[in-house]
């Protein structure tokens, strides 16, 4: 019974809004993931630049969830709401390769 309240919620959120609410989720997680993955090598090897990169996925996290409390207290264009997630998630994707792999 209480299954169908929740999922009955659920349906009621567009599906912009659910969208966009999954990819903030999975980009918080994947800078979360990034952190301890940085702070860990930053351990092993003592390399300055990591801290650099310790402080950016900070950054990008507390970002998210700004940008998760805006979209909670406020309507925005469904579809750039969609793209800014997004474009955050390549970004770190690509800095993070740059500061483990030399491309």
């Known amino acids: 019974m209480n299954l169908d309240v929740i999922f009955s919620l659920i349906h009621q959120i567009p599906i912009y809004d659910q969208t966009e609410l999954i990819l903030y989720v999975v980009a918080l997680l994947f800078a979360a993931l990034l952190i301890g993955l940085s702070v860990s090598s930053y351990i092993k090897t003592g390399l300055i630049n990591l801290k ?3 402080l950016v996925f900070f950054l990008f996290c507390a970002f998210l969830i700004y940008e998760n409390l805006e979209h909670i207290f406020s309507l925005d264009n469904p579809s750039i709401d969609i793209i800014i997630p997004v474009t955050g998630l390549t970004v770190m994707v ?4 740059s500061v483990n792999k030399r491309i």
């Open 94 to 97: 690509f800095f993070f390769l």
């Open 52 to 54: 650099y990169a310790i």
